[in-house]
């Protein structure tokens, strides 16, 4: 089974639905450690992109329009940040009409590989990092295993879920919240959320289709 | 929707095109607003100087908008609130600055500041756009130890940069040459900041920090973001008293140095308290031996309503002392001699 | 002692004295602190021209300390923190100002000031000192109503008088045309302010006024004087609607007139704010038919770290057009064209 | 019996002693209609007559100095309506060597009209006006009937007192006062209870000597 540009494009708009109901849940987790702008910024983003990408005609299309729309509509680190995990997506898709399950664990492993070459922030440094890297690792692990694409999404959901919830008892090397220190533990990291958030959402549509 | 903050403004949403239209209606004589949400000047410097750019995050008035204009900068690419703008937007800028003799993207050290101006840069590349470098600045001692300058953070010292290489840049200064000119600028400059209250975000209502009615932060960053520590409020000398040593030791500052110093205003500072706070500063230089050549006292770096104040200092030569002393006309920062 | 307010200044009983020393430090090439402290011109103005002189309270800065120089004032007397200086140092600094085409004693309307005026020109009498003039300026609309306009105080609006009356000082107009082309200025003058948040007084620490959180004061003076009297706090717009059309219907204002606009910044509002609304007031007066020659945004006459603006406007002709245009170089107000 | 040079130095030092130990309490009245610095102000002014005056060899030059010294130092509306008290005061006593009840009775009438000339105010506009009118009635009515200058003195701190309480009940005109409206009722004004502490200064003054 393969994931096809309409299935891309179909995910895009989902996420930016979930993440447009948990827009004040992530504010409010921002607040916690940064500015508490984090829902309100990456909502406005994805609603961008989920309009731009209408008329998206490949794979590369969609994801490459998406994290262009990321960065120039968020802006800031997470703008680029965001953006970036799109944008190193598509370019490991470049020609391809569809993609497959191993193609899609691959372009969230070059996506992830371009956020932390960007950042710099490795897992560990409490950011959207440690919500993505257990998600790409259980995508990998589901197309080794020959598991369908509904399975690895679900799989990739919960890691990215646990993934964000253990940004809890970390401290910041990067973003804002590097500058609450030991006031960090105990809070979840906002960009970790909106990934958990993102591959919930991806899940929740190829589970609905 | 109501105002959520005690502040004037029309929506949270609308605060950056609603600010930059004002502004630009304020000022057509010095600024422009373009289609896309560029700060231009309203004169374009003459073909064959280069041009000068930065983007940032807005809420830091008059950072940077205000610095647009005659010995400062060609095009500023305001962001949204604290937001630095994205790389489509800094690449937009670059092409709006160049004036034939490249362009020099200049990056105040965040993070997001960073990574965009990178990407843009990088999207010039895919464009073939070659004549674009790009120059990194921090000043804020606070913000890493000595030995790891290239950390730190970009604050209110960069004004003594953007101010004396918007002077070069009029000048018939090659691209290579302002690049070097910023980094020797900024290499002898060193900046330490205290908040005494906080501000508030525009955009979330939020206070941007808490601080005890006898306490201040010594090392607060532009964003609110927290210093080396709290200590207890004390007198206007006493306060130079702490933050003056740390700055002349960081460079160092010698006896029979020359300085430019700066007292930035984060935003609610009265200027009362500000020649209080200089006076000090003066006696202390007087006594370590290191001639003042000229004081700024005034907003550059904002930080909303903010009460607070950065004390900078730059080491100068004859040829810095130059660059300073040329006019300097943006709309909210004119620097002319008498 | 300690600081009895969140301020950073050493002790209320030396206030002034440190701000003056600290002031004049900064602004050697501008100004001179003399022993009896008054803020002369670095470089006095030629023989033969007319000298200008103001006394007022402190606490206002950059009022007026900050308006000493080419093009402003020849003298300013610092009173104590809101309290004007008393005759004799008037008197002192009428002697400084004298380059032999007699001196205009400048009064921002408020009680005390024009007291102490009046008895410094008494001694003037005493003394012999016959080329002294006094005129009065007064712009708060707020303050009482028309047909009684020299009963209104002396607010933000007299930056304009300043600045014209600096610059026809500086021209070979005499003593009677000085007084007259001040109150020419103040003639066309009017002015509505606003507060949002109160400022402290820095002496005795007490917060100047109450106002709820959801509440602005319209009418506030610039002692935090109350005004005519609350209102909801709306949107920039919806504020700028409130203050603009009894400004405009005062003079009045008309179709076709050009008119300077000025937006004082009372202390702590921000540059962002005062953009927004300055938004408002070019849409509403291109729809009123007025045009606006040039615009102001700053800080003139503040009230310590009060948050608020006022809005003033001045209707000008072609003699006004060429003063307001002439370069004033004070410590912190510099008016230059680009 | 009559009063000398050094008698109205000792009213003055006097005076500047009662001020100096009621400053809070100026403070604290000025707050409520005012800025809350008139006692700070006042005795500043005071301290300052005290130390001038002391080499002062009339009562002309003892009052005079003093009035040029409280505008000085003071400024302001108070200064330039304290200070013009006692210059006034010191112009009707231009050539005496001592000044009997009969004068010092006019003396103060002089500086009161000075005073109502230079600020406008006139009694119940509540200022250091309603208590320095009643307190020059009593002086006159004592100098007519031929009461001691203690009898006298006495009268007109008495009178200052009441006067300075009665001006709870008004509104203000005139001052800072005049901004707070109908709010100022209930509280006494600062100004007129200098006037007071004045009088009852130099009553004691010439109970103690
Ligand atoms: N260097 C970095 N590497 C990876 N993620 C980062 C980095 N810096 C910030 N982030 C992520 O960005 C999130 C904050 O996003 P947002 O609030 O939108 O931006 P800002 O901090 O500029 O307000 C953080 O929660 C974190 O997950
Ligand atoms: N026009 C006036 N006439 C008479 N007395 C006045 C007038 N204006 C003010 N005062 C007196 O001055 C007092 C206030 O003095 P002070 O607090 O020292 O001055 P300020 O109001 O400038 O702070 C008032 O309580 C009042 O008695
Ligand atoms: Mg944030
Ligand atoms: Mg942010
Ligand atoms: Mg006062
Ligand atoms: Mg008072």
Known sequence: MTITTQDLRGMITAISATISVNISMLNTLDSQLGDGDHGTTISAGFAAAAEQIAAADSPFDVLRLTGMTLMNRMGGSSGALFGTLFVQAAMSVKEAETVSLKQFAALWQAGGDGVMKRGKAAPGDKTMVDALSPAVTALHQAAEKGETVEQALQAAAAAAEQGAKNTAEMTARYGRAQYVGERAIGHVDAGAQSVALMFSAMYNYWKGK | ?338
Chains 1, 4 share one sequence.
């Open chain 2, 1 to 338: 929707m109501a105002p959520r903050t005690k502040k004037l403004i029309n929506q949270p949403a609308t605060i950056l095109s609603d600010m930059l239209e004002g502004f630009a209606a304020a000022y057509p004589d010095i600024v422009r607003l373009t289609d896309t949400g560029l700060i231009v000047r309203a004169q374009p410097k003459a073909t064959g100087k280069v041009g000068l750019v930065i983007g940032n995050g807005s809420g830091h008035e008059p950072a940077m908008i205000g610095l647009v204009g005659q010995g400062l900068f060609d095009v500023n690419i305001p962001g949204e609130i604290f937001a630095a703008p994205g790389p489509g937007r800094i690449l937009e800028g670059i092409k709006a600055a160049d004036r034939g003799a490249g362009v020099l993207v200049c990056v105040s050290h965040h993070a997001g500041d960073l990574m965009n101006a990178e990407m843009a840069l990088e999207l010039c590349g895919m464009e073939g756009i070659e004549a674009v470098e790009m120059v990194v600045l921090y000043d804020d001692i606070s913000s890493a130890p000595k030995g790891r300058e290239a950390e730190r953070r970009g604050t209110a010292g960069l004004f003594f940069t953007w101010k004396m290489l918007g002077a070069f840049a009029e000048t018939d200064a090659t691209l290579a040459q302002c690049k070097a000119m910023a980094e020797k600028i900024r290499d002898n400059t060193r900046t330490l900041s205290v908040a005494i209250t906080p501000g508030t975000n525009p955009v979330s209502g939020a206070v941007m920090f808490q601080l005890p009615d006898d306490e201040i932060e010594v090392g607060m960053g532009v964003h609110g973001e927290i210093g080396q520590g709290r200590q207890k409020l004390v007198s206007a000398d006493q306060t130079i008293d702490i933050m003056l040593p740390p700055v002349l030791e960081d460079l160092p500052f010698r006896a029979g140095d020359e300085v430019l110093v700066f007292l930035n205003n984060s935003g609610s500072m009265t200027q009362m308290e500000l020649f209080i706070l200089y006076r000090r500063v003066a006696q202390r230089l007087q006594e370590a031996g290191i001639q003042v050549y000229k004081t700024y006292i005034g907003p550059y770096a904002t930080t909303q309503e903010m009460a607070g104040f950065a004390l900078s200092l730059c080491r100068v030569d004859d040829e810095l002392k130059t660059l300073w002393d040329a006019p300097a006309i943006g709309a909210n920062v004119r620097i002319v001699q008498p």
